[in-house]
Structure formats: structure tokens, C-alpha cells
């Protein structure tokens, strides 16, 4: 009754009162800690200063939520899928703490509308919702614990927002699709990726460029060689299946 109380008066008295609604609909309960909450949204490039004069963002929260993030799912799917071997689990976990559907989720339960950043770098934009939803978990682990954090992650973005089914048959190894349509139609496909410095944050930005036949058929960029060649490849793809597609 108390804590009840307690919360109701915290919640008639926050100036973000629409985002503790918002957190209470998306956790399933009350916020303790708001301001945990309101650093998981931060994304480095809208970085401000404490009244100890430290830099404030959601990087270590980020840090935090991806390593129990990528717990929780591992269990996860060790106990839905018990027949399977370590393969398809990896590939399962892999697809479900992949950044473009972190970003999808993001977008999903509403949680994209309180992001705050300020930077123009594609690269980044990439990873900004995917890894605020990662810091959001960080802030709930440390507000609430691992078994709700757990029941959070398993009962709410899981179970209510995911096809487990359609995840299961989707191949999102864009590079590897491209490959298989080289070898099958016997034709050479070229992967050239370069890095360069972000003018704005001077982090490490990887370019690729695949062409086939002498023709550019995708451009990625990424914050990784991987990124940057998945997201070509993707690109490469959907212009392969517009312009040729009866090669697949």
C-alpha cells in the first residue's frame, strides 16, 4: 500500500511523466530508479555532463544489457528447443541479438520515440536503437535484478513481439545468400571493403563494395567489417532479385 502510494506521488511528480507511463506499459511495473532509465536512452552523440562533470551516455549500460540480453536468450533457447544441437542454437541466438532486429523491436514497442541523439554518421544511426534497447535492459538489471530482467526479455520482447517460427526459417546471412547465387550461376563476385575514421566521433567506419560482372550491385557501411559487408550484401541482393530473378 505504501509503495503503491509512494509511486503514485513520484509519478504526479515527474516532469516525464509520459515516460514513466511509457516504462510502466512496456516493463510491466513500475520504474524504480528513473534516471538509470533515462541514461539507457542517451546515445553518446547527445552525451551531457553531470554535476561531477562526467560525461553521461548509455555506453555502459549498453555493455551490461548485451551480456545478459545474450544470457537470458541462450537459455532461452536451450530450454524451448531441446532437440537441437549447438548450431542451430548459435544461429537462433545469433538472429535474435542481431542490431537490425534489435532496431525492429525498437520500433515496436514504442521505445524509439524517446531515444536521444544527435548525430547525422548513417554507421551509427544503425546501431543507435538496437543499443539502447540493450542499455534499457542494463538500466532494469540494475533497478530490478536478473529474474525480472529475465522475465522482461522472455515474456514481453520474446513472446509478445517475436515469430520464434519465422525467425527459425528467415536467413539473414546476407554474405552467404550471395555466395550460393555466385556459385550457382558461376558468376565472380568481387567484396572490397575499406575503413576510415568518422569525422564526427573518429571511430572506425567500414565501407564495402561488391560488384559482379564489373558492375556495383551493393554498398554497405558498418562499425564493423562484418556490418558493412552484411548490409552490402543485403543491397547486393535485393537488386539481383529486381533485375535478375530468376538466377535464385
Not at 511495473?29 to 536512452?41: D, F, I, Q, S, V
Not at 559487408?229 to 530473378?245: C, G, M, T, V, Y
Request: net charge positive; glycine share 6%; proline share 2%.
Amino acid at each position: 500500500m505504501i509503495r503503491t502510494l509512494v509511486h503514485k506521488i513520484k509519478l504526479f511528480s515527474t516532469p516525464g511523466k509520459e515516460f514513466y507511463l511509457f516504462l510502466k506499459s512496456l516493463l510491466g511495473r513500475y520504474p524504480g530508479n528513473l534516471k538509470l532509465y533515462e541514461t539507457a536512452l542517451i546515445h553518446k552523440s547527445a552525451s551531457k555532463m553531470d554535476s561531477q562533470r562526467n560525461w553521461v551516455n548509455n555506453e555502459r549500460l549498453e555493455y551490461l544489457g548485451d551480456a545478459i540480453l545474450g544470457a537470458v536468450i541462450a537459455e532461452f533457447l536451450y530450454n524451448r528447443f531441446p532437440n537441437e544441437d549447438e548450431g542451430f542454437l548459435t544461429q537462433m541466438r545469433s538472429k535474435l541479438v542481431n542490431r537490425s532486429f534489435l532496431t525492429e523491436l525498437t520500433y515496436q514497442t514504442g521505445l524509439n520515440n524517446y531515444i536521444k541523439s544527435n548525430t547525422n554518421n548513417t554507421a551509427e544511426n544503425s546501431h543507435i536503437y538496437g543499443d539502447a534497447l540493450e542499455a534499457l535492459i542494463g538500466a532494469l538489471y540494475l533497478d530490478k535484478g536478473y529474474a525480472i530482467t529475465k522475465e522482461f526479455i522472455t515474456k514481453k520482447l520474446l513472446l509478445e513481439y517475436v515469430n520464434l517460427n519465422e525467425v527459425q526459417h528467415t536467413n539473414t546471412n546476407y554474405k552467404s545468400q550471395l555466395i550460393e547465387w555466385s556459385q550457382k550461376n558461376k558468376k565472380e563476385v568481387n567484396i572490397e571493403t575499406t575503413e576510415r575514421l568518422t569525422t564526427e566521433s573518429r571511430i572506425p567506419c567500414f565501407i564495402t563494395v561488391i560488384s559482379a560482372n564489373e558492375e556495383i550491385i551493393g554498398q554497405g557501411k558498418g562499425n564493423s567489417k562484418k556490418e558493412s559487408q552484411q548490409n552490402a550484401s543485403r543491397e547486393a541482393i535485393l537488386h539481383l532479385k529486381k533485375n535478375d530473378p530468376s538466377s535464385f
